[in-house]
């Protein structure tokens, strides 16, 4: 009996030492007329990875290619038959409070989109 309660008490501080090292993920979103970005951002104690995509949703046809910046990520890329393109895996030192813009450059237009936080 006693080796089932210890067995118990392991398991249940193994999950809970496990969920507390699960990191937090900040959601930021911005959308204009002609683009909807999603950035995520790991919380860490260091390089906070950072993942999501660009989306187009303009009312002209999608263009081949854009020119995109992020905090720390850029980068000049194709972009999917459906208008999205996935952002690579990156690293920031964004915090939830910091101010992130996307700014987007394609066929000679440009757009500077704020990003909220969406996680609160």
Excluded: R
């Amino acid at each position: 009996m006693i080796s089932k309660k210890i067995n118990f008490l392991v398991i249940f501080f193994s999950l809970l030492l496990l969920t507390a090292c699960e990191g937090e993920t900040i959601i930021l979103y911005g959308e204009s007329e002609n683009w909807a970005v999603h950035y995520e951002v790991e919380k860490s104690a260091d390089c906070q990875p950072t993942s999501g995509y660009i989306k187009f949703i303009g009312n002209q046809p999608i263009p081949e290619k854009v020119e995109y910046a992020i905090s720390n990520s850029s980068g000049d890329v194709p972009i999917e038959e459906n208008g999205t393109f996935t952002l690579p895996n990156g690293c920031t030192n964004a915090t939830e409070d910091s101010k992130i813009e996307a700014v987007i450059k394609w066929d000679n237009q440009s757009e500077t989109i704020p990003l909220t936080n969406k996680s609160k």
